[in-house]
């Protein structure tokens, strides 16, 4: 009984939401470290980071779009359904997160 209240149904539009949450995080990730000197939480990506923002937003936009795309051409199938939960889930978190640290940078101008 309980399956059939539990169905994911995400869709193409929820993989759009998921490409603007990861431009805003590039864009915002950017900023924090141009302007603020803020490190990225991802250690891999704080490493790509340290080399140029130009390899960050390079290896960010592959990475993800590569990920957006497997997600795209098997969105019918649980597995597939399951990762744009728990992407979208992620990034939103992220989002928030993002919002947070622009509260405190402006606070402490």
């Known amino acids: 009984m309980w399956k059939k209240h539990f169905q ?4 193409k539009k ?17 900023m924090w470290y141009s302007f603020s000197n803020v490190k990225e939480w991802n250690t891999i990506m704080d490493s790509i980071l340290e080399v140029s923002l130009v ?3 390079i290896a960010k936009l592959s990475i993800s779009f ?4 497997v997600l795209s051409k098997y969105i019918s199938k ?9 992407v979208l889930t992620t990034y939103s978190i ?4 993002h919002y947070f640290v622009f509260l405190f940078l402006l606070s402490n101008f």
Not at 78 to 86: E, L, P, T, Y
Request: glycine fraction near 4%; aromatic fraction near 8%.
């Open 8 to 11: 994911l149904n995400f869709d």
């Open 14 to 30: 929820h993989l759009k939401v998921i490409t603007l949450l990861i431009l805003l995080d590039i864009v915002a990730t950017m």
């Open 55 to 57: 390899s960050f937003v």
């Open 66 to 69: 590569f990920t957006i795309h």
């Open 78 to 86: 649980k597995i597939s359904q399951i990762g744009i939960g728990v």
């Open 94 to 97: 992220v989002t928030i997160l």
